[in-house]
């Protein structure tokens, strides 16, 4: 292992860290089921799906065989005037499994990348039809919605980790989550004065994940959505967290559409959509936004195009991924899930600097007060034996949807022990 890791640390930037201080990462020779190996020998248990990706657990066997497949026929061909099958028929699986007629699926490799694609057809969309004016998006505080410069200005400004870069990104409008009547009515206005310019709202639904592990009501996301409609604004659903099960319907969209019958105009999926195991994304429009983009007029197309888009392996895996979720019960598993975090997390509600518990279909999240040592949270979990990272005030478990109930009781009480010793000081 020397051989790789302290030659090899010497040249890696890390992700969301101080470099200066942070503690060397753990050193992982192989994942399996719900466990991660590390180099040492010693395994720990993942309490969050590797940023909520693993959904079937690592390593699973059919996904696995349909990349090795998939590897020695056609691991790659560019998607510009070729196409391939695994790429169209993931696009009719998805389009068959989202509601309404969001039927027009745009491959891309990050969830970030998927949101810009998104922002893009939204803006072109109302371009297209003779209103560039509508331009501007609105995005809700506590937000998550990428990294790269269009979604970072989508980030709550102030929570968010992007504030540093706030004179040169777009500008767009921050609203509060219509959770009241008072809000609603705020809301409501605020799309009734700006909607001449407004060419969409973008929402994370249900869960807003990487901004804080905050939730709201299905009614909350129909208002949303009727308030769009009312208005003429686009509303573009970021999935990329909640899609494929998380939340406990295969997109956390449904709920809503349940409610109102509206169907999101844009849908963007990526985390879990290949099971973990390769990076995709996509971006999925409904057919009226799709038509928008059909002319004579060769700049009404949409004019993007990354070099990966659609790859083979990816959508193959994707495909796979799709298949587990029609064999194997997973939505029947993320209640249970629930059951047992809702149960098992409770005890933490009691404890000194714990501000809230919240559970959403196989999320569990707690919310801390006062200031979080969330180095020292995340080494004393490693040191009972579980995979987490908490962020902010934010300690949560994503687990994958295969974990039993006695490695689910492990990671809810490795969170227990390890806010208590915080509550006592130690
Ligand atoms: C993770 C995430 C993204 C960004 O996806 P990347 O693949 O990291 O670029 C966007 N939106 C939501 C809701 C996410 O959870």
Request: a negative charge; aromatic letters at 6%.
């Amino acid at each position: 292992m020397s051989d790789w890791l302290t030659p090899g640390l010497a040249h890696i930037w890390l992700p969301y860290s101080q470099m200066a201080t942070t503690p060397t990462p753990l050193p992982v020779v192989a994942t399996q089921g719900v466990r991660i190996r590390l180099a040492d020998g010693r395994e720990l248990i993942d309490g969050i799906s590797s940023w909520w990706t693993a959904c079937h657990g690592y390593n699973h066997p059919h996904i696995r065989a349909a990349v090795e497949r998939q590897l020695a026929t056609l691991p790659h061909v560019m998607f510009a005037g070729l196409v391939h099958e695994p790429a169209l028929r993931l696009a009719q699986r998805l389009a068959a499994l989202l509601p309404g007629d969001l039927e027009r699926v745009f491959f891309t490799e990050s969830g970030s990348v998927a949101v810009e694609v998104a922002l893009k057809m939204a803006i072109q969309y109302w371009r297209n039809k003779g209103r560039a004016e509508k331009k501007r998006i609105v995005h809700f505080r506590h937000a998550y919605h990428g990294d790269t410069f269009a979604t970072m200005a989508l980030c709550d400004p102030e929570e968010g980790m992007h504030a540093l870069f706030a004179g040169s990104m777009p500008d767009q409008i921050m609203a509060e989550l219509p959770t009241d009547e008072s809000l609603r009515h705020a809301f409501d206005l605020l799309l009734a004065t700006h909607g001449e310019r407004l060419a969409a709202v973008i929402i994370e639904p249900l869960v807003q994940g990487a901004g804080g592990m905050k939730m709201h009501d299905a009614a909350t996301l129909a208002f949303v959505a009727e308030s769009c409609r009312r208005h003429g604004v686009l509303l573009i659903v970021d999935e990329i967290m909640t899609g494929f099960g998380r939340t406990g319907r295969m997109f956390a969209c449904e709920e809503a559409n349940e409610l109102t019958s509206i169907v999101p105009d844009i849908v963007c999926l990526s985390k879990a959509l290949t099971g973990g195991t390769l990076p995709l994304a996509a971006t999925v429009a409904r057919r009226h936004v799709f038509e928008a983009f059909l002319s004579d007029d060769p700049s009404a197309a949409l004019m993007h195009g990354p070099t990966y888009m659609a790859n083979p392996l990816a959508c193959a895996a994707a495909n796979a991924s799709l298949d587990l979720f029609e064999r194997e019960p997973r939505l029947t598993q993320v209640a249970a899930i629930e059951a047992q975090l809702k149960a098992e997390l409770a005890t933490c509600r009691e404890l000194a600097g714990v501000a809230a518990v919240r559970v959403k279909g196989a999320i569990g999240a707690v919310e801390l007060a006062g200031t979080v040592d969330l180095d020292g949270l995340r080494r004393r979990c490693a040191e009972l034996g579980v995979w987490v990272r908490p962020f902010g005030k934010v300690v949560y478990l994503m687990p994958p949807f295969v974990i039993d109930s006695a490695d689910l009781s492990v990671l809810t009480s490795a969170v227990c022990r390890v806010l208590a010793e915080r509550a006592a000081g130690l």
